[in-house]
């Protein structure tokens, strides 16, 4: 048998082409989405705190980052904190002096308490890893019940933007000898104000 009477026989035999069946909609809910949220931040090892305006957040960050010297937002001018300018970061490399960012997250996930964070809101992504303590503001009306949501509202368009993530509590690894250790591969505290 020729190559070509192999082929020609393989396309009268063909299946018809189906649809793709749906996916199925599945995951947890919950009653009460703001608590199972800050519950799931502080299983992780972050603090979670109700805001109801930009203004409530100096206070908080006088409160737990009083010592923090290089301080970074993308909040705006609304927020009184003085910030390093966007022009200190040129390199990747260059968050290694920060003490704290302060800046938005996309969406919150009651499920485990993860936030996708976008490297458009930064001059370099590498800040969200490189700085000893993180903020992130949530709008509580960004909270989804779980996983599957927040890859459904997300669509996941990587062409949209070069990198974004989920961010779930502070750095933590205890990979040698099972011993805890908190800031080894991004922030040492993660602090999340839900502005609702």
């Given at each position: 048998?020729?190559?070509?009477?192999?082929?020609?026989?393989?396309?009268?035999?063909?299946?018809?082409?189906?649809?793709l069946?749906?996916?199925?909609?599945?995951?947890?809910?919950?009653?009460?989405?703001?608590?199972?949220f800050?519950?799931?931040?502080?299983?992780?090892?972050?603090?979670?705190?109700?805001?109801?305006?930009?203004e409530?957040i100096?206070?908080?960050?006088?409160?737990?980052?009083?010592?923090?010297?290089t301080?970074?937002h993308?909040?705006g001018?609304?927020l009184?904190?003085?910030?390093?300018?966007a022009?200190?970061?040129?390199?990747?490399?260059?968050?290694?002096?920060?003490d704290?960012?302060?800046?938005?997250?996309?969406?919150g996930?009651?499920?485990?308490?993860?936030?996708?964070?976008?490297?458009?809101?930064?001059?370099?992504?590498?800040?969200?890893?490189?700085t000893?303590?993180?903020?992130?503001?949530?709008?509580?009306?960004?909270?989804?019940?779980?996983?599957?949501e927040a890859?459904?509202?997300?669509?996941?368009?990587?062409?949209a933007?070069?990198?974004?993530?989920?961010?779930?509590?502070?750095?933590?690894?205890?990979?040698?000898e099972?011993?805890?250790?908190?800031?080894a591969?991004?922030?040492?505290?993660?602090?999340?104000?839900?502005?609702?």
């Open positions: 048998m020729s190559r070509e009477s192999i082929l020609a026989s393989v396309r009268a035999h063909k299946p018809a082409s189906i649809d069946p749906s996916a199925p909609t599945f995951g947890i809910r919950y009653e009460d989405i703001s608590t199972q800050k519950q799931a931040v502080e299983s992780v090892g972050g603090i979670c705190t109700e805001i109801n305006a930009v409530e100096k206070p908080l960050i006088d409160q737990h980052y009083a010592d923090a010297k301080i970074f993308t909040i001018d609304e009184p904190i003085p910030s390093l300018s022009r200190e970061f040129s390199t990747p490399h260059d968050g290694d002096k920060l704290l960012l302060i800046t938005r997250g996309t969406l996930v009651a499920e485990n308490g993860a936030i996708w964070v976008e490297e458009k809101q930064l001059p370099q992504r590498s800040l969200f890893f490189l000893q303590h993180l903020v992130l503001v949530v709008k509580a009306s960004t909270l989804l019940h779980n996983l599957h890859y459904a509202s997300l669509g996941l368009d990587h062409t933007q070069p990198w974004a993530g989920f961010i779930a509590g502070p750095s933590k690894t205890a990979d040698v099972q011993c805890l250790v908190i800031g591969h991004g922030s040492r505290s993660l602090l999340v104000l839900l502005e609702t």
